[in-house]
T-cell receptor, first 115, second 112 residues
Framework: GAGVSQSPRYKVAKRGQDVALRCDPISGHVSLFWYQQALGQGPEFLTYFQNEAQLDKSGLPSDRFFAERPEGSVSTLKIQRTQQEDSAVYLC?????????????FGPGTRLTVT | KQEVTQIPAALSVPEGENLVLNCSFTDSAIYNLQWFRQDPGKGLTSLLLIQSSQREQTSGRLNASLDKSSGRSTLYIAASQPGDSATYLCAVKLGSARQLTFGSGTQLTVLP
């Protein structure tokens, strides 16, 4: 079946621009995660949704970062007034809920470059 | 705060060798541990998932072990091939959290 998809795959933004990154999780997966991966590092947690509820946003680095999942399926990560330090790969993952292994399935990521 | 460390950061071996990648974590109250593979410019592919109650998992030439009490996991790759060249990441899920905490990865190069 279809895996997690993300768009765009690549995004170049000028400093100060707003960007929106999209994630389509695996159908039926209730949990959705966003991670940020800097060059040469492992992914770091940003935020977590269960259905449409954002249950944890402790990893968002500043109030310029905002995520939503209004209908409990597709999610959008928005970054306002982008800065150079926002350059990274943004990964989305989805998983089933309690009663399972909580195994997370990752999308291909969006590589954001802020110039 | 859970910290995950992977050693070595990079490894280069000739084709056909058996090799071991190491992962250590500071908080032993984990729910499970996953090993992932990441090819350049690509997302993460899950290789093996070990539940906290398990000691090891095997898939083909891959074997992952877990020692919760010592905070360690190893990924054993048998008879390495050039196609195994990638970055290998381990990630742990605490029982109290939903997200994964990742190590920085081991970049593996298998030379033909």
């Amino acid at each position: 079946g279809a895996g997690v998809s993300q768009s765009p795959r690549y995004k170049v933004a000028k400093r100060g621009q707003d960007v929106a990154l999209r994630c389509d999780p695996i159908s039926g997966h209730v949990s959705l995660f966003w991670y940020q991966q800097a060059l040469g590092q492992g992914p770091e947690f940003l935020t977590y949704f269960q259905n449409e509820a954002q249950l944890d946003k402790s990893g968002l680095p500043s109030d310029r970062f905002f995520a939503e999942r209004p209908e409990g399926s597709v999610s959008t990560l928005k970054i306002q007034r982008t800065q150079q330090e926002d350059s990274a790969v943004y990964l989305c993952a989805s998983s089933l809920v309690a009663g399972t292994t909580y195994e997370q399935y990752f999308g291909p990521g969006t590589r954001l470059t802020v110039t | 705060k859970q910290e995950v460390t992977q050693i070595p950061a990079a490894l280069s071996v000739p084709e056909g060798e058996n090799l071991v990648l190491n992962c250590s974590f500071t908080d032993s109250a984990i729910y499970n541990l996953q090993w992932f593979r990441q090819d350049p410019g690509k997302g993460l592919t899950s290789l093996l998932l070990i539940q906290s109650s398990q000691r090891e998992q095997t898939s083909g030439r891959l074997n992952a072990s877990l020692d919760k009490s010592s905070g360690r996991s190893t990924l054993y790759i048998a008879a390495s091939q050039p196609g195994d060249s990638a970055t290998y990441l381990c990630a742990v899920k605490l029982g109290s959290a939903r997200q994964l905490t990742f190590g920085s990865g081991t970049q593996l190069t298998v030379l033909p």
